[in-house]
T-cell receptor, first 114, second 113 residues
Framework: KAGVTQTPRYLIKTRGQQVTLSCSPISGHRSVSWYQQTPGQGLQFLFEYFSETQRNKGNFPGRFSGRQFSNSRSEMNVSTLELGDSALYLC?????????????FGQGTRLTVV | GENVEQHPSTLSVQEGDSAVIKCTYSDSASNYFPWYKQELGKGPQLIIDIRSNVGEKKDQRIAVTLNKTAKHFSLHITETQPEDSAVYFCAAHLSNTGNQFYFGTGTSLTVIP
């Protein structure tokens, strides 16, 4: 069974540019969550998508956005990149049932903003 | 929201010894507590979890305990091996927040051969 796939693995962007990251969840999983991981702030929740709808959102500026497609694949977009956006962006996939279910992470996309 | 604190931030043990990592949470409505292991260059891997209606759970050399009254939970690794060296994260899920998790700041475990 394939795990969570994130592409690309590495990205280098310039300040002011925008970037799109992709996440393919485990087959059958319908919930996709995104997290930002930095040495200073740890793992912080960005947003969660379920059935193509944003179900929950963390405390990040509007420059961070996402979407989910009918096949549950998700993308996140960061516009007007800042140096502080350099981080490992992680996607987690969950099989939505009654109550909370286990979340499985991909390997992440390492974004460097220069 | 929820606030999760994790201690210690670094831990070194001799191979074969036990390792214990502790976390506290602030909101009594939290109902699910997973633990993740993250190796260098990889994403976090779920290693064990516990729900609020259970006090202890064990899986081979790994165990997790939960004290709902004190709002703390712990990860216990027995007979540690060099391949256990990694960063470990605890997390808490607040009920009615979809699949959003609140993470501790991580513990870097080094097992010395």
């Amino acid at each position: 069974k394939a795990g969570v796939t994130q592409t690309p693995r590495y990205l280098i962007k310039t300040r002011g540019q925008q970037v799109t990251l992709s996440c393919s969840p485990i087959s059958g999983h319908r919930s996709v969550s995104w997290y930002q991981q930095t040495p200073g702030q740890g793992l912080q929740f960005l947003f969660e998508y379920f059935s193509e709808t944003q179900r929950n959102k963390g405390n990040f500026p509007g420059r961070f956005s996402g979407r989910q497609f009918s096949n549950s694949r998700s993308e996140m977009n960061v516009s007007t990149l800042e140096l502080g956006d350099s981080a490992l962006y992680l996607c987690a996939s969950s099989l939505v049932g009654e109550g909370v279910t286990e979340a499985f992470f991909g390997q992440g996309t390492r974004l460097t903003v220069v | 929201g929820e606030n999760v604190e994790q201690h210690p931030s670094t831990l070194s043990v001799q191979e074969g010894d036990s390792a214990v990592i502790k976390c506290t949470y602030s909101d009594s409505a939290s109902n699910y507590f997973p633990w993740y292991k993250q190796e260098l260059g990889k994403g976090p891997q779920l290693i064990i979890d516990i729900r609020s209606n259970v006090g202890e759970k064990k899986d081979q050399r790994i165990a997790v305990t939960l004290n709902k009254t004190a709002k703390h939970f712990s990860l216990h690794i027995t007979e540690t091996q060099p391949e256990d060296s990694a960063v470990y994260f605890c997390a808490a899920h607040l009920s009615n927040t979809g699949n959003q998790f609140y993470f501790g700041t991580g513990t870097s475990l080094t097992v010395i051969p």
